[in-house]
């Protein structure tokens, strides 16, 4: 079992930064890709930035230039670090893993850019 805890959401005014933290515990094998996505109102989940097994890395073409995606060797954490933050990137952003066939979601973390 996976468990995938956010944190670092939060209001920021447009052209500010916020960073992204993901945990995760349980099981640390057969990872297959690690990001993370965000679903704003209305609107379908989408992919911001992912980490696949093959070691591409992939970012929305919304986001690239913009944010940049870490993890630590381990495994257990991926960071998402968001800069020039706009209001189109308000969205409830998750944390997301898929291991053994299977996919993993966080609980999600609330950004909402608003001056």
């Known amino acids: 079992q996976v468990q995938l805890v956010e944190s670092g959401g939060g209001l920021v005014q447009p052209g500010g930064s916020l960073r992204l933290s993901c945990a995760a515990s349980?099981?640390?094998?057969?990872?297959?890709?690690m990001g993370w996505f965000r679903q704003a109102p209305g609107k379908q989940r989408e992919l911001v930035a992912i980490?696949?097994?093959?070691?591409?890395?992939d970012f929305a073409d919304s986001v690239k230039g913009r944010f940049t995606v870490s993890r630590d060797n381990a495994k257990t954490t991926v960071d998402l670090q968001m800069n020039s933050l706009q209001p189109e990137d308000t969205a409830v952003y998750y944390c997301?893993?898929?291991?053994?066939?299977?996919?993993?979601w966080g609980q999600g973390t609330q950004v909402t850019v608003s001056s």
């Open positions: 997301y893993r898929s291991q053994k066939g299977t996919d993993y």
């Open positions: 349980g099981s640390l094998y057969s990872i297959n890709s």
């Open positions: 980490f696949l097994l093959s070691g591409f890395t």
